[in-house]
């Protein structure tokens, strides 16, 4: 036991091994606030591309509607995989305390596949990736974890860059115009002859910066 106790001491100095994993509770609890913060930027700008939304409806916008119907969609996967990786963190800082419960019993951290699992899938996620890589180097050296193959490191695939169905699109307008446009509209026949071009091309950067603020948050 006390060589196991000196071994993660020459890699982290003086921290004992209940310090460690205090350490890293610390870390995954500022993790999480980051989370909560993105999430709720987020969904305050999908309230402004609602709007925008509404607006461009009116007008019989067909075009700018989807594209920002398709921007909504994207938005709310990616704030379903923030929610998901909140859950992961918890459960992560719930096997720590485990570990702190053994650690008084066994005298050592022992290793856990459910924290190893938890942790390839964190570090998936580029708004955390930098700090569970970090951690699960720790967590590795510390006898917790085995060391991740390099391919666990890759960012989540981007699925959101897809092209959205056009059925997805359409119930989402159908919901945020309340049936003006969408799954029970006849999407064709909505476009305004009253919208001219020059209409149009003042409504574009608007747009446009909506588009790029939610894409910023999501990065």
Not at 50 to 78: F, P, T, Y
Request: charged share 35%.
């Amino acid at each position: 036991m006390a060589s196991t106790v000196n071994s993660i001491q020459r890699f982290f100095g003086k921290k004992s091994p209940e310090e460690l994993v205090r350490k890293w509770q610390q870390e995954i609890r500022a993790q999480t606030r980051g989370i909560e913060r993105q999430i709720r930027q987020i969904e305050r700008e999908e309230a402004k591309v609602k709007q925008g939304i509404k607006a461009v409806a009116k007008r019989g916008d067909v075009k700018s509607c989807k594209s920002l119907a398709k921007e909504l969609i994207r938005s709310r996967k990616h704030v379903d995989r923030l929610h998901t990786s909140k859950a992961q963190l918890n459960s992560v800082s719930m096997q720590l305390n485990h570990q702190l419960a053994t650690l008084k019993i066994a005298g050592t951290l022992q290793k856990s596949a459910e924290v190893m699992n938890l942790v390839n899938q964190l570090v998936k996620l580029p708004e955390i990736a930098k700090t569970m890589q970090e951690m699960s180097m720790e967590m590795t050296r510390a006898g917790i974890m085995d060391e991740m193959i390099n391919d666990t490191f890759e960012m989540m695939d981007d699925e959101d860059l897809e092209e959205e169905a056009d059925e997805e699109v359409n119930k989402v307008l159908y919901q945020v115009t309340e049936g003006t446009m969408g799954e029970a509209s006849s999407v064709a026949n909505l476009q305004n002859p009253l919208v001219t071009e020059e209409e149009e091309e003042e409504e574009e950067p608007e747009l446009d910066m909506m588009q790029k603020r939610l894409e910023a948050l999501k990065g």
